[in-house]
């Protein structure tokens, strides 16, 4: 028995692997680096942490914003820079994942299934309209930081009204 599979890894690292792009490695990885995903009490806090949200140079009326910040952790944002290149492929469920989401909540494979669809949408987006696909990329990173915090901080999503998961974060 790995250590995933015991006390207090199995159900948060269960609930990362419905991701597509997450398996055992990636999400022991942010949950041992994130450790408590409670701390953040929104997903722009998981974002900045994690240094996914752009840097700004303001003065007067005039706002620049510049590249990501790279604040925080710099692991943790690698391995979902590195799992967020998944979502460029067509949406779709493979065998492994398939087998990945054996036994979760339905709740959080509902969340995944949304994430997949988002953000397939939204590398395409970015890169048809010019952007690279490094920041394509990055961008797609950053919004799959908010599907990450909603699956890990809402325990509690069965009670918690459709849309609000996906909206809490936009």
Not at 73 to 83: F, G, S, Y
Not at 111 to 118: F, K, N, P, V
Not at 158 to 169: G, R
Request: some cysteine; aromatic content about 8%.
């Amino acid at each position: 028995m790995t250590v995933s599979e015991k006390d207090p890894y199995r159900e948060p690292v269960g609930w990362l692997r419905c991701f597509r792009g997450i398996d055992i490695l990636t999400a022991m990885t942010l949950v041992a680096e994130l450790h408590d995903f409670r701390r953040f009490q929104s997903p722009r806090g998981l974002m900045a942490f994690l240094g996914l949200v752009p840097s700004e140079n303001s003065t007067g009326d005039k706002h620049r914003r510049g590249p990501i910040t790279k604040a925080g952790n710099t692991h943790a944002r690698h391995v979902l820079i590195e799992a967020s290149w998944h979502y460029r492929h067509r949406p779709g469920v493979s065998k492994q994942l398939r087998k990945r989401r054996e036994g979760q909540p339905g709740w959080v494979i509902g969340l995944a299934d949304r994430a997949q669809l988002r953000l397939h949408k939204r590398f395409w987006k970015l890169a048809l309209h010019g952007k690279s696909t490094n920041k394509a990329v990055t961008a797609v990173a950053r919004e799959l930081a908010g599907f990450i915090w909603a699956a890990l901080s809402l325990k509690d999503a069965a009670a918690t009204p459709k849309n609000a998961i996906v909206d809490s974060y936009a």
